[in-house]
Nanobody
């Protein structure tokens, strides 16, 4: 019943940019912490960024800090991940996820209850 849908992935050259979207249905996104995660073949899932409910705080993994930006459009019930200066190591399936907030700051290393199906990002020349 609760649904998240990612879009915006694709093939991009190193140094290029992509914007991923996470559209929510059947719940109000602003009431939840939203996280972006990624998983590359043969690797564990990695937390990329999160946005706290109400936009009170943001968190970024060190590997993407300064290159990626998470944002929200409440009117569209959508969270975005702007990815700049992309590297081949950014290649992965990217997922968005939602969970009820516990603290004012979102936390990547905790359980997220609702997940999208993922969108493929490939960075290659």
């Amino acid at each position: 019943q609760v649904q998240l849908a990612e879009s915006g992935g694709g093939l991009v050259q190193p140094g290029g940019s992509l914007r991923l979207s996470c559209a929510a249905s059947r719940f109000t996104l602003d009431y939840y912490d939203i996280g972006w995660f990624r998983q590359a073949p043969g690797k564990e899932r990695e937390g990329v960024s999160c946005l706290s409910s109400g936009g009170r705080s943001t968190v970024y993994a060190d590997s993407v800090k300064g290159r990626f930006t998470i944002s929200r459009d409440n009117a569209k019930n959508t969270v975005y991940l702007q990815m700049n200066s992309l590297k081949p190591d950014d290649t992965a399936v990217y997922y968005c996820a939602a969970t009820s907030p516990v603290f004012s700051q979102c936390v990547l290393r905790r359980q997220y209850n609702y997940w999208g199906q993922g969108t493929q990002v490939t960075v290659s020349s």
